[in-house]
């Protein structure tokens, strides 16, 4: 079964609108991390944002923000005043335990911001 | 303070050789993740270091090896190579328990 899920395949978004990246997860561990990362054409992985299972607060680093709702399993990440500059391909991963496990990714969204 | 290095940035080479791949992690990280993205795929895990052990494998024949020195860097070695090795293979590192990941900027290996 898939433990990252990440519905969209693709998404095209105006320059300066907001975008949601979905993001559900599958997990009975209590304790894990999420995270996401942006992947331009270059090729590297660009860490955007953690969020701990339990960290009170969904974490927010400038224009990203990751919407956690933990009932619901999942964890959006959120692009505040899209650019340009953000068109790449965006993945969402998880670690379960206590840090002492791999960390596993969904398939990616790629996401194109339209001029 | 310097992020995770990997060398070389790109390698060629013949089916049937081997190839050595390796990774500095951030200061202080004592955890190194190696993972292997094909064209167009996500990222599969390879293997995992913490501490100079591998702690944990993925579903990866064992010509994929490597090992972690005690300075925490890392070597990613894959022996006989096929064609369908051809991919970016990207390591990561981290403080051990449940914190942040950084990844380094790659290395895209190409089997001819």
């Known amino acids: 079964a898939q433990k990252i899920t990440q519905t969209q395949p693709g998404m095209f978004v105006q320059e300066k609108e907001a975008v949601t990246l979905d993001c559900t997860y599958d997990?009975?561990?209590?304790?894990?991390?999420l995270f996401w990362y942006k992947q331009p054409s270059s090729g590297e992985m660009i860490f955007l944002i953690y969020?701990?299972?339990?960290?009170?607060q969904n974490a927010t680093e400038g224009r990203y923000s990751l919407n956690f709702q933990k009932a619901r399993k999942s964890a959006n990440l959120v692009i505040s005043a899209s650019q340009l500059g953000d068109s790449a391909m965006y993945f969402c991963a998880m670690r379960e335990g206590e840090g002492d496990d791999k960390i596993i990714f969904g398939k990616g969204t790629r996401l194109h911001i339209l001029p | 303070e310097a992020g995770v290095t990997q060398s070389p940035t790109h390698l060629i080479k013949t089916r049937g050789q081997q190839a050595t791949l390796r990774c500095s992690p951030i200061s202080g990280h004592t955890s190194v993740y190696w993972y292997q993205q094909a064209l167009g795929l996500g990222l599969q895990f390879l293997l995992w270091y913490d501490e100079g052990e591998e702690r944990n494998r993925g579903n990866f024949p064992p010509r994929f090896s490597g090992r972690q020195f005690p300075n925490y860097s890392s070597e990613l070695n894959v022996n006989a190579l096929e064609l369908e090795d051809s991919a970016l293979y990207l390591c990561?590192?981290?403080?051990?328990?449940?914190?942040?990941?950084?990844f380094g900027q790659g290395t895209r290996l190409t089997v001819v």
């Open positions: 997990t009975s561990d209590p304790s894990y991390g």
């Open positions: 990561a590192s981290s403080f051990v328990g449940n914190t942040e990941a950084f």
């Open positions: 969020q701990g299972s339990y960290d009170q």
